[in-house]
């Protein structure tokens, strides 16, 4: 009973002490995630545990777990030190758990968090160390010649690799501009390769660097050790061969013997690495024909191959110029011939085989032609010249064109007259002038001969053949002679004021016993008082009257002149004149004052006297005057006393009888004349003025006109009439016309004045009004002219008007023969297809048929010009067929030929055209095309986890330019190859099949699965398709192509780790696939989700497999996948708030256990902290999108050097398949001839994010 007392009073007090000591609490200022350097060194403070605990109690710290072995805690004051070196390489997510206890409690556990920050502690390190490549000569520059690869562990700047080419071996300066690499590795060639005058092998020393980062606080940057890529150039038939020499020369006698050998060329191949054989031939010689070359044991030997002349190369130095061409065998890599040429002299030396010969000409300018070869020469010389004076006009030349000794001959002088003369030279080579001079002067006379004649004989040295040229002479007379007058005075009378050229004597002659030039006689007169007033023939001798004027008696009465002759050698004589003149009547008489009279037509008169005086002598006959009325149109009204000069009319004055144009101006002449002999007079005009009345009616030119006039014509003339009135001024001889009879009112009568009392009316229609043939073709008018004033006369004439009729109807063409017609192309038709008719009511029409236009038309829509000479139309409407070869369906399918008819004889004023009309023709098809494939730059990627039999992987599309079922294409599969990525290939004919369907003219293949894929294999399927035209008849075309299906294999697939269920991941996997393509710019293919088996604690409950693809093909791998999901926050918390917890390799699971988080209200991803917002000191801040071509292309076609990466790009991992490799390749052709290698995206890969 007290044992159950004393265990009633402890136990409320042993419950109270329990409760009363209570556990301790981790503080609220600690966080159960640590963001460290990796580069913290071991011993340094990490972080710091704090707790407390009500009671006071001493409390132990303690930390377990895998990776709590990296630090090491103080148990007493819960400092946590490095206790192991930190690799965020190689883990940069720690988890571990901490606990704190007192005495009295059990430990209180917390989950630690440990996010490492990367340093850059790793150096670039190159995949491969031997490195070595061949490329050829002629690879173009910008062309990739290799790809290197090295990798950076670390992770920002710190792993972003940079590329330098730090040497170039050989060195020079070109050489270190010779090379460039790219950001992905790629070497390019920056300028041209030649394997003969450069280098045939380089080598380029290599290095890499990153971008630098922090380690130990410092930007450190790191760059690997240098690598070494050999590069050996391929020689290629690129040069064209080369002579050994670069002058060859030779000689050979003009005698030699047809085949003698003259001398031999040589050439090699100028790319020594080829060395093809070479062969010779002549490209051009400056004798044709006269050489040819054989090819002998690799050289060319010239020989002769026709009869050789050595004169006919003295123009040219006695040398031929033969151009020799050595062409090597084979084309060069351009599909062309290498060739080079070089010339070859050839000295052709001399024979004796020509004589001297004579010729007509100048040694300088001597051709030595047959045409100038003579045998006959003449020449001149003057009588007894001197000795060694040359005969004048003799041009000969004697020429040997034989050299040296062989064309050395000799001159000497033959014939009757050979002693009078010498030839000069007397031995000569080769050619020389050929003068023959005086010898004996004596000899060489006129008065004995006139003409003398030798022979000049050439007689070569050596042959002693001679040529002989015969010289006629011809000796011309000198002045030995004065010409002589018969006597020394002559007396001559001449009257005074004689006119020019009066003879004063012709009878006063030298002569001159010499001939020719000498012996003629030149006559002047020296000078003297007088001369000036005569002048003497130098011909003839005869004494003319120069000056009459001057001539005068009384100022001078005699004049003596010296007549002097002088011969042709400028020998003289003279002799004396004495002139004396005889008394003239030379005064006229003087007429005083003018004489102006006023009179009025029919009744004024006319008494005028004239008065004049004579200054000659009075009392003689030479100033006595006599008045005459001289002749004129009005003269023979006025009468003139003869003696007294007075001056009255006959009759009355009519002034209509008088010139309108000297308004009423008669104009008399009178001439005053004195009795001397000869006598002399003075004319002076009177001039009367008769004043006009109106005394005339007007008259008509015609006493009826006729005037036709066309129908249809508005306004247009119809013709004129014209009167006058005789009288003469305008106040009296104006006159206006007038119209009258039936249809008067349909005409325009329009008065105007020619001139002076002549007017004529013009009659026209008015503008809006036009005769019709068919209504009235005939008018009969009536025209009046009147004066003015109220009583004025008047004068009537009768007017005809006809109208004609007219060609004024255009033709029309007959529409059944515009009816459409068929063609067909290439060939198929010839000659005429079609007639186009028409027709004109006009009759006498005169038709043909023009063509206007030509319009061209493809399924309805204009092609422009590309048919207008397939069709002709003749001037009879023929249709004929132009160009039937050029008709083609596939350029143009309808011709619409526009003509219309023209009637030549239309009156011009009318449309003789007809309206435009259409003849169709429609061009039928044949087939002449093969089908194309249509080109579209698409990728095919296949995933063979993804893709499943009868699913389409890919596609062709073609079209054939034909039309129906010459158009139709049926596609067929011609083999399948699956090439790896170590170059083997593998035959998989059984895999894959084609459908074919189309849609508006374009035929599509779809390449379909046949059966499922290995997923494990790594490489490309190269897929050969053959379009095949026509396929129900026998005349088909075909074409092929082959395209790439690259693969996208199980080492990409990429695992994500969700604290969701299975079912909640499917539920959300529209979303989380959107926010994966968003930071990714992939597409994203999801294989499999699936719950994680659950373990002990803290784990993911599910995961998601899924392939990130681009549209190039090239596939992420886990790392790149991890660094681009870091760079976009926005994706980064979509998909951390959908429960993503950890990235891991496809098939793998996530390192170490209890590595996250069990809350999901906080998911945790296995990423650095700077990814996660927390603050960092890293340098790596800037962000960019990231596109597969930074890493899988080339751009080798533009010329600005390559993009650096921005900091952050992380280079592809060691997973990743370099794709961009393969599809360079398959640029270039690699297929080989006569297959179309291309490139497509596969369709179920697009993706609109890029």
């Given amino acids: 009973m007290a044992q159950l007392w004393l265990l009633c009073f402890l136990l409320p007090a042993l419950m109270g002490s329990v409760t009363a000591n209570k556990p301790p609490k981790f503080t609220s200022n600690i966080t159960n995630l640590v963001v460290l350097p990796e580069d913290l060194p071991v011993g340094a403070e990490a972080f710091w545990l704090y707790a407390e605990d009500e009671d006071n109690d001493a409390l132990t710290y303690a930390m377990s777990g895998e990776d709590s072995t990296f630090f090491s805690v103080n148990p007493r004051t819960g400092e946590v030190k490095v206790a192991s070196s930190l690799d965020y390489e190689t883990d940069y997510f720690l988890s571990f758990e901490v606990s704190v206890r007192d005495p009295y409690n059990a430990p209180v556990v917390a989950t630690m968090k440990v996010l490492l920050e990367d340093r850059n502690d790793n150096i670039p390190v190159f995949q491969d160390t031997s490195l070595s490549t061949s490329i050829n000569e002629t690879l173009p520059v910008g062309s990739v010649v290799f790809s290197v690869l090295a990798e950076d562990k670390d992770s920002g700047t710190g792993g972003t690799v940079e590329y330098f080419i730090e040497k170039v071996t050989p060195n020079s ?123 002998e044991g690799g050289v060319g030997v010239i020989r002769v191959n026709d009869t050789l002349d050595r004169e006919q190369l003295l123009q040219e130095d006695e040398e031929v110029q033969v151009q020799v061409t050595a062409t090597e065998e084979h084309l060069n890599i351009y599909g062309q011939e290498a060739q080079a040429s070089v010339w070859v002299t050839i000295r052709v030396t001399d024979v004796n085989d020509h004589k001297p010969e004579f010729y007509n000409c100048s040694l300088e300018s001597c051709a030595f032609t047959a045409d100038e070869a003579q045998a006959s020469f003449t020449g001149w010389v003057e009588e007894h010249a001197a000795s060694r004076i040359p005969i004048e006009g003799l041009t000969m030349v004697a020429y040997d064109p034989d050299k040296g000794r062989n064309g050395t001959f000799e001159l000497f002088l033959e014939g009757p007259d050979a002693p009078a003369f010498s030839v000069s030279p007397t031995r000569a080579a080769g050619s020389a002038d050929v003068q023959v001079l005086v010898r004996d002067s004596e000899m060489v006379d006129y008065e004995n001969k006139t003409v003398m004649m030798v022979q000049v004989v050439a007689t070569d040295v050596v042959s002693k053949n001679s040529s002989v040229a015969s010289v006629t002479i011809h000796l011309r007379d000198i002045n030995d002679h004065r010409p002589t007058f018969p006597k020394n005075l002559y007396i001559f009378e001449v009257p005074e004021h004689s006119p020019p050229g009066f003879v004063v004597t012709n009878t006063t002659l030298a002569t001159d016993p010499d001939t020719g030039e000498w012996g003629h006689i030149t006559y002047s007169l020296l000078p003297g008082n007088g001369v000036d007033l005569f002048e003497v023939d130098p011909d003839t001798g005869t004494v003319t009257v120069r000056d009459s004027l001057n001539l005068d008696r009384e100022q001078q009465t005699v004049y003596f002149l010296t007549l002097q002759a002088t011969d042709g050698g400028n020998q003289a004589s003279t002799t004396m004149l004495e002139i004396h003149l005889l008394d003239i009547n030379d005064n006229a008489p003087e007429v005083m004052g003018s004489y102006n009279v006023f009179v009025q037509e029919e009744r004024g008169n006319v008494s005028l006297t004239i008065l004049a005086q004579d200054k000659d002598q009075p009392g003689t006959n030479n100033s006595l005057l006599i008045f005459t009325l001289l002749p004129g149109p009005y003269s023979h009204n006025f009468s003139l006393d003869p003696r007294t000069g007075l001056l009255t009319n006959l009759g009355p004055l009519d002034r209509e009888a008088i010139d309108p144009a000297l308004e009423g101006r008669i104009v008399l002449g009178v001439r005053v004349s004195d009795c001397g002999v000869p006598p002399q007079s003075t004319e002076v005009n009177v001039t009367i003025t008769v004043e006009d009345i109106n005394d005339n009616e007007p008259i008509f030119n015609q006493s009826g006109y006729q005037f036709p006039v066309a129908e249809r014509e508005a306004g247009i003339w119809v013709g004129t009439v014209e009167a006058w009135d005789a009288d003469q001024t305008e106040a009296n001889n104006r006159i206006s016309f007038s119209l009258s009879g039936s249809g008067a009112n349909n005409f325009l009568l329009q008065s105007s004045m020619l001139g002076s009392g002549r007017a004529e009316g013009r009659l026209r229609l008015p503008p809006d009004v036009s005769l019709d043939y068919e209504t009235q073709n005939f008018f009969q008018l009536t025209v009046h002219a009147e004066n003015p004033g109220p009583q004025g006369p008047e004068a009537t004439a009768d007017v005809q008007v006809i109208v004609e009729d007219v060609n004024d109807e255009p033709p029309t063409l007959v529409a059944a023969s515009l009816q459409e017609i068929s063609v067909a192309e290439n060939g198929s038709q010839h000659g005429q297809v079609a007639e186009i008719q028409a027709q004109d009511v006009d009759t006498g029409a005169r038709l043909v048929i023009e063509l206007v236009d030509v319009i061209c038309t493809k399924a309805g829509l204009d092609v422009g010009s590309l048919c207008h000479g397939w069709f002709s139309v003749k001037a009879n409407g023929s249709v004929y067929i132009n160009q039937s070869e050029a008709i083609d369906f596939e350029a143009c399918d309808r011709v619409m030929l526009v003509v219309r008819a023209c009637d030549l004889d239309t009156d011009p004023r009318f449309q003789a055209y007809s309206n435009n009309g259409t003849l169709g023709i429609t061009i039928e098809d044949v087939n002449d095309n093969a089908p194309h494939f249509l080109l579209d730059n698409k990728t095919f990627v296949i995933i063979p986890e993804l893709v499943i039999p009868d699913q389409q992987v890919a596609y062709v599309q073609a079209r054939d330019e034909d039309s129906g079922a010459n158009a139709n294409i049926k596609f067929s599969l011609l083999r399948v190859d699956f090439v790896s990525q170590d170059g083997t290939t593998t035959p998989f004919n059984n895999y894959f099949q084609i459908f074919t369907t189309s849609e508006a003219g374009v035929f599509t293949g779809s390449i379909q699965l046949v059966t499922s894929l290995d997923s494990t294999l790594q490489g490309t399927y190269q897929v050969t398709v053959q379009a095949r035209d026509h396929v129900l008849d026998n005349v088909t075309h075909k074409t092929q192509i082959t395209l790439n299906l690259f693969t996208v294999d199980q080492s990409y697939r990429v695992r994500l780790q969700f604290s969701t269920s299975k079912d909640e991941v499917g539920a959300n996997v529209e979303d989380i696939k959107a926010a994966l393509a968003q930071a990714t710019r992939t597409s994203v293919y999801v294989v499999d989700i699936q719950n994680i088996n659950p373990a002990a604690r803290a784990q993911a409950v599910s995961y998601l497999d899924a392939y990130f693809v681009f549209p190039n093909g090239t596939a992420l791998t886990l790392n790149q996948l991890s660094v681009m999901i870091r760079r976009d926050q926005d994706s980064l918390t979509q998909l951390l708030n959908m429960g993503l917890v950890v990235l891991v390799r496809g098939g793998e699971r996530g390192r170490g256990k209890g590595r996250y988080n069990a809350e999901r209200a906080n998911p945790m991803l296995d990423l650095p902290a700077k990814d996660l917002e927390y603050v960092s000191s890293s340098s790596d801040q800037d962000y960019v999108s990231l596109n597969s071509l930074d890493e899988n292309s080339v751009d080798v076609n533009r010329d600005s050097q390559a993009t650096k990466k921005k900091p952050g790009h992380s280079p592809p991992g060691p997973d990743l398949e370099p794709l961009s490799v393969v599809l360079a390749d398959r640029k270039m052709g690699a297929e080989g001839p006569g297959r179309e290698v291309l490139s497509f995206t596969n369709a179920s890969l697009d993706t609109t994010d890029l």
């Fill in 173 to 295: 300066v070109e050489n270190q501009h010779l090379f460039r690499i790219l950001d992905n590795g790629s070497i390019i060639l920056n300028g041209s390769l030649s394997y003969n005058n450069k280098s045939s092998f380089y080598q380029l020393e290599l290095k890499a660097c990153d971008l630098g980062g922090l380690l130990n606080g410092k930007n450190i940057t790191h760059c690997s050790q240098p690598v070494y890529l050999s590069i050996s150039v391929v020689d290629q038939a690129d040069l064209d061969p080369q002579f050994v020499r670069d002058f060859y020369s030779a000689s050979v006698s003009e005698d030699a013997a047809l085949g003698s050998s003259v001398l031999a060329v040589e050439a090699v191949d100028g790319d020594r690495g080829v060395k093809d054989p070479v062969i010779y031939s002549i490209s051009n010689s400056t004798k044709s024909g006269w050489f040819e070359i054989e090819t």
